[in-house]
């Protein structure tokens, strides 16, 4: 009997240790995805019920191989809502989990610029890599979230607009 226990003790302990070893995919994902874009108001209830059922298209996609389908690779990959005024956001994949990449404000912009510069550290990406990634965000910020309904970024129509005078 006691040795029972011990071995059941030894497989429960084992079973709580183990790690997960499903693969991330797109589909596996997307309900995160999904919710999130509900907590920060991008989505109704209905909408997200139907990208969910797969009624509408979601899109989430490859930053740079516009990837859509099977397994996820380590790597950075943005989704939105296929909406005119939708604000986009990004994901990091890195061994098999994800972190979202908030930038709807400026203080997530800035946390998105570190983590993706510790990101891109981590997986050796060269310069011109991290460069092109880095613009993304800051694009995506100024010309989609920053204001959403003008779709574009305002300092370039009443701020400074070349180089001619900058040292």
Do not use: W
């Not at 209905?46 to 989430?60: M, S």
């Not at 979202?100 to 946390?111: E, P």
Request: charged share 25%.
């Amino acid at each position: 009997m006691k040795n029972i226990i011990i071995y059941m003790l030894f497989f429960s302990f084992m079973s709580c240790k183990s790690q997960n070893t499903e693969k991330l995919t797109f589909d596996s994902i997307k309900y995160d995805l999904i919710n999130f874009l509900v907590s920060k108001n991008e989505l109704d209830n209905t909408r997200a019920n139907k990208l969910k059922n797969g009624k509408d298209k979601f899109n989430l996609s490859g930053l740079f191989n516009n990837r859509k389908e099977g397994d996820l690779i380590n790597g950075i990959y943005s989704f939105s809502v296929f909406s005119s005024h939708s604000r986009g956001y990004f994901i990091i994949v890195e061994n098999n989990t994800f972190t979202i990449l908030d930038i709807s404000t400026r203080v997530g912009l800035d946390k998105a610029i570190k983590d993706v510069l510790d990101f891109s550290e981590r997986s050796k990406y060269c310069v011109s890599i991290s460069n092109e990634i880095i613009t993304r965000l800051i694009t995506v910020y100024y010309n989609k979230n920053k204001n959403p309904l003008a779709g574009f970024d305002l300092n370039c129509e009443k701020g400074v607009l070349n180089t001619d005078d900058l040292p």
